[in-house]
């Protein structure tokens, strides 16, 4: 629901949806007429059966061939017979019930910050300190409960949103692709005429054009889950974003699947992208590997929904904040990481320990 959201294809896959709710309204239509048939069927079935065991029952006993005992003992047993039939043609629903949510608590409070136009601004900080509340904000996937977002001065709420999500460029963490060829999963989202060409450019930007072109149809293989890996799925969500040519690009972790090799490439081809003056490109950075954050010009560092510090890779260094010591925790982790997989090959142990500090 975020991609559709972000990429501004609310109405694109409404009409998706509603073709299948026709679809599932007329399994349901031929459900409930066979439902109906089932239970005339049935109500029929019963009923004669109880006057035909009372009318040949009461012949029987005039007759003195059987007691009303008997009697009353088949009108029972026949009962149950068809009542278990029944059993097997109902459906039993169950009743779900929702709990409220608990009261809602700020998650950003006295947040103030100017992010100028070319400028990479990087926001980091520990797991819930609100780095992707912040980019939700801006997405319009939330609204503010106080203050304003501002672009060129004009307040975000007064601008039109599918204008706004038109250039804005979105890559998340985990990448969301849909069921339909690689080509079209890369131009979801653009309203402008998109050739083949344009597809490949954009992913050789995202280093993608050489695995997809491996692919049993190319570009036109079927995505699926078991397809392919996590860093291939968000290198087509990379060439997605940059297809859009956005001028707010917005990366949410989103070298987080990617192997080292493969992030300095998309790190390199980013830098170019938002290098052309042309474009002024704005670039807002959500990452926890350092690599990625020592380039930006400015980082922010976030600390229980409030901005800590703010400044450049060196200048929070020299701080010896809370940058500072979130830098030399990962570093250190890493560190053991590093050695701890240098050393169990030569003791023999196939098992091993890996840390990681997440900002």
């Not at 009697?71 to 409220?100: A, C, H, P, R």
Request: positive net charge; proline residues 2%.
């Amino acid at each position: 629901m975020r991609t559709v959201r972000v990429y501004g294809t609310e109405k694109q896959e409404l009409k998706r949806y509603n073709h299948w709710l026709d679809k599932l309204a007329e399994v349901s239509l031929r459900q409930s007429a066979a439902y109906g048939v089932w239970n005339l069927t049935f109500n029929t079935l019963y009923h004669a059966t109880q006057i035909i065991a009372v009318l040949v029952g009461g012949m029987y006993i005039l007759a003195g061939h059987i007691t009303a005992e008997k009697l009353t003992k088949f009108i029972l047993y026949s009962e149950w017979l068809i009542y278990s039939t029944w059993w097997v043609g109902d459906n039993v629903s169950s009743l779900m019930q929702s709990v409220g949510a608990s009261e809602k608590v700020p998650v950003l409070q006295h947040i103030n910050l100017s992010v100028h136009p070319g400028e990479v601004v990087a926001i980091v900080g520990l797991s819930g300190s609100g780095k992707s509340t912040m980019v939700n904000l801006l997405l319009r996937l939330y609204e503010p409960t106080n203050g304003q977002i501002l672009i060129d001065g004009v307040p975000l709420n007064e601008l039109d949103i599918k204008w706004l999500r038109g250039r804005i460029g979105y890559v998340g963490q985990e990448p969301k692709l849909f069921r339909m060829d690689i080509s079209s999963n890369i131009k979801y989202g653009c309203t402008r005429n998109i050739k083949q060409e344009d597809v490949e450019w954009a992913a050789k930007l995202a280093y993608a054009h050489d695995f997809i072109t491996l692919l049993p149809s190319g570009y036109n293989t079927l995505v699926d889950d078991d397809l392919l890996s996590g860093g291939q799925k968000q290198r087509i969500a990379i060439a997605r974003a940059i297809l859009r040519d956005p001028t707010i690009l917005i990366l949410d972790e989103a070298t987080s699947a990617l192997d080292a090799e493969s992030e300095h490439n998309v790190k390199g081809v980013l830098r170019s992208v938002r290098s052309d003056l042309s474009s002024r490109r704005t670039v807002i950075v959500i990452a926890h590997r350092l690599s990625t954050i020592q380039a930006a010009d400015r980082i922010v560092v976030m600390d229980g929904g409030q901005i800590a510090e703010m400044g450049s890779h060196n200048e929070l260094l020299h701080k010896n904040g809370l940058y500072a010591r979130l830098t030399r925790r990962q570093t250190d982790a890493n560190s053991v990481s590093i050695g701890m997989r240098r050393r169990l090959p030569e003791k023999g142990d196939a098992s091993g320990v890996s840390t990681c500090q997440r900002f």
